[in-house]
C-alpha cells in the first residue's frame, strides 16, 4: 500500500501544481486582459479627442467660410445701394430745374474769372442756353457731361472742372464716412 500512497501524493501534488499553474496562467491572462483594455481605452480616447479637434477644426473652417462669404454678400449689396444712390442723385442733378442751374451757373462763372482771370467756360448742348458769361469769359463749346461747366484758363495750362458728375464725386469722397453711417449704420 506504500507505492498507492506515493502514486495518490504525486497525483494529488501534481494535481496542486496543475491547479496552481492554471490559476497563473489565468491571472497573467486576465491581467492581460486589463491592460489591452486599457491601451484600448486610451486608443479609443486619444481618437475621440484627435475626432473632436478634427471636428471643431471643420466647424470653425466651415463657419469662418460662411462669415467671410456673408461679409461678401453684404459688401456687394452695400456697394450696390451705394452706387445705386449715386446714380439716383446724379439723375436728380440732372434734372436740376432751369432757373437754379442759371443762378449756379453765374456764380460758378464769377468765381472761375476771380481765379482765372479771362478764360473759356464749356457746357453740355442743353446748358448752353443758360450760360450768361461775365465779360472776359468766352463760351468754347459743349462738352458730354449730365450738367455743370468746366473753365479753362486762355492758355489751356489751366481747368476748373465743375461738372456734376466731378463734383457729385468729390462730395461722395469727402462725406463717404457719413454716407456709409446713415444708410447702414
Not at 502514486?7 to 499553474?21: F, P, S
Not at 477644426?57 to 452695400?78: D, G, N, P, V, Y
Request: charged share 35%; net charge negative; hydrophobic share 35%.
Amino acid at each position: 500500500m506504500g507505492l498507492e500512497k506515493l502514486v495518490e501524493d504525486i497525483l494529488l501534488k501534481g494535481d496542486e501544481r496543475a491547479q496552481e499553474i492554471i490559476r497563473q496562467g489565468e491571472a497573467e491572462r486576465d491581467d492581460q486582459i486589463l491592460a489591452a483594455d486599457d491601451q484600448i481605452r486610451l486608443a479609443r480616447e486619444k481618437a475621440e479627442k484627435k475626432a473632436d479637434a478634427q471636428i471643431s477644426q471643420m466647424e470653425q473652417h466651415e463657419l469662418s467660410s460662411a462669415e467671410l462669404e456673408s461679409r461678401k454678400t453684404l459688401l456687394a449689396a452695400q456697394r450696390e445701394v451705394l452706387e445705386d444712390l449715386k446714380e439716383r442723385s446724379l439723375a436728380e442733378l440732372a434734372n436740376y430745374p432751369s432757373d437754379r442751374r442759371e443762378k449756379l451757373y453765374d456764380s460758378l462763372s464769377a468765381k472761375a474769372k476771380a481765379i482765372l482771370g479771362e478764360c473759356v467756360v464749356y457746357s453740355n448742348s442743353a446748358d448752353g442756353v443758360l450760360l450768361k458769361p461775365p465779360a472776359g469769359v468766352i463760351k468754347g463749346g459743349e462738352i458730354d457731361c449730365v450738367g455743370g461747366l468746366v473753365f479753362e484758363s486762355r492758355d489751356g495750362s489751366v481747368r476748373l472742372d465743375y461738372r456734376f458728375e466731378t463734383l457729385l464725386e468729390e462730395v461722395w469722397n469727402r462725406k463717404m464716412s457719413e454716407i456709409y453711417s446713415q444708410l447702414f449704420g
